[in-house]
């Protein structure tokens, strides 16, 4: 058991230190390996170290030298963050994890080089989006389908609800990357799918720098007429000096985005949402947020 999350970190990272043939790190979200390094480094000088280690590191590769590996995702929201744990970690291999879900698994990582190919030999496949339904091999590189389940356990045509984009072949076999999910928020009618949220989060992150997590969420504290609206949070170690013109920044990157939907620019122009709004918050608010998302993800 662990009395603090100070404490799950130190005796953690202490464990990973003294395993020196580490060679292979998988984690979920690529954020967990960001905290996970933020709390190395400040750590760093009181941790209990082999003498083997370095008294300093720049990256990872420099600390676990046969860590030939990470495994994590890498597509939608958690793109952004893959440059990031690049540069934390060095010279070491990131591997995308493909789509999987409880229901079944839909691709698996093949190639260093290449997008996931889809587990044909696990389930039958198929996939829909405007133009129709569509057998494997009937995709089309460029398109993106929302993917349909036929399982052996007996799940017939189940509309997953995730959204991926074909990217190639190999052998024949398409390769994929998980785009979003065929979801949308829906305050009053603007019908923000998870497809936008993410773009409009990317554009943020063009324009924010030394930030530790970035969310988009709507916030409607009740009937009050024209309260409701969108929030960006940005996690950071320490309030920018320039707080106000990278709020602004983030706003404007992002709410162009928001924009291309006419339902939500509608929204704004008749009071019925707010413009949206940037709050800066501390890399312990982000630990809590991801328990409690974790948390409900396990209820569900």
């Given at each position: 058991s662990f009395r603090s999350p100070e404490d799950f970190f130190r005796k953690t990272l202490e464990q990973l230190i003294a395993a020196k043939t580490l060679s292979m790190v998988s984690v979920w979200s690529p954020t967990f390996l960001i905290s996970l390094d933020a709390r190395l480094r400040e750590m760093w000088a009181d941790l209990k170290k082999p003498s083997s280690v370095p008294a300093r590191f720049?990256?990872?590769?420099?600390?676990?030298?046969?860590?030939?590996?990470?495994?994590m995702w890498t597509d939608a929201?958690?793109?952004?963050?893959?440059?990031?744990?690049?540069?934390?970690t060095g010279n070491i291999p990131v591997q995308g994890k493909g789509l999987l879900a409880t229901e079944g698994i839909t691709s698996i990582p093949i190639l260093h080089d290449m997008d996931p190919v889809i587990a044909y030999r696990s389930h039958f496949f198929e996939f829909r989006n405007e133009r129709g339904i569509f057998r494997l091999d009937e995709l089309q590189?460029?398109?993106s389908y929302e993917v349909i389940l036929t399982t052996g356990g007996g799940l017939v045509r189940y509309a997953t609800g995730d959204i991926v984009t074909v990217t190639g072949f190999m052998r024949r076999v398409p390769t994929i990357r998980f785009k979003a999910r065929n979801e949308f928020s829906d305050l009053v009618g603007e019908k923000i799918s998870e497809e936008a949220g993410l773009a409009a989060i990317h554009r943020a992150l063009k324009v924010c720098h030394g930030i530790c997590g970035i969310f988009l969420r709507h916030a409607d504290p009740g009937a009050k007429m024209g309260a409701a609206g969108y929030e960006l949070l940005l996690f950071v170690e320490s309030v920018p000096e320039n707080a106000p013109s990278v709020a602004s920044a983030a706003t404007q990157a992002a709410t162009e985005i928001l924009e291309q939907n006419?339902?939500?620019?509608?929204?704004?122009q008749t009071g019925q949402l707010r413009n949206l709004r940037v709050r800066f918050l501390g890399r312990d608010a982000l630990e809590k947020m991801q328990k409690k998302l974790a948390a409900q993800a396990k209820r569900e």
């Amino acid at each position: 058991s662990f009395r603090s999350p100070e404490d799950f970190f130190r005796k953690t990272l202490e464990q990973l230190i003294a395993a020196k043939t580490l060679s292979m790190v998988s984690v979920w979200s690529p954020t967990f390996l960001i905290s996970l390094d933020a709390r190395l480094r400040e750590m760093w000088a009181d941790l209990k170290k082999p003498s083997s280690v370095p008294a300093r590191f720049e990256t990872w590769d420099e600390i676990w030298p046969n860590l030939r590996m990470i495994s994590m995702w890498t597509d939608a929201s958690a793109a952004a963050f893959v440059p990031q744990v690049r540069s934390i970690t060095g010279n070491i291999p990131v591997q995308g994890k493909g789509l999987l879900a409880t229901e079944g698994i839909t691709s698996i990582p093949i190639l260093h080089d290449m997008d996931p190919v889809i587990a044909y030999r696990s389930h039958f496949f198929e996939f829909r989006n405007e133009r129709g339904i569509f057998r494997l091999d009937e995709l089309q590189a460029g398109e993106s389908y929302e993917v349909i389940l036929t399982t052996g356990g007996g799940l017939v045509r189940y509309a997953t609800g995730d959204i991926v984009t074909v990217t190639g072949f190999m052998r024949r076999v398409p390769t994929i990357r998980f785009k979003a999910r065929n979801e949308f928020s829906d305050l009053v009618g603007e019908k923000i799918s998870e497809e936008a949220g993410l773009a409009a989060i990317h554009r943020a992150l063009k324009v924010c720098h030394g930030i530790c997590g970035i969310f988009l969420r709507h916030a409607d504290p009740g009937a009050k007429m024209g309260a409701a609206g969108y929030e960006l949070l940005l996690f950071v170690e320490s309030v920018p000096e320039n707080a106000p013109s990278v709020a602004s920044a983030a706003t404007q990157a992002a709410t162009e985005i928001l924009e291309q939907n006419p339902y939500y620019t509608l929204a704004i122009q008749t009071g019925q949402l707010r413009n949206l709004r940037v709050r800066f918050l501390g890399r312990d608010a982000l630990e809590k947020m991801q328990k409690k998302l974790a948390a409900q993800a396990k209820r569900e």
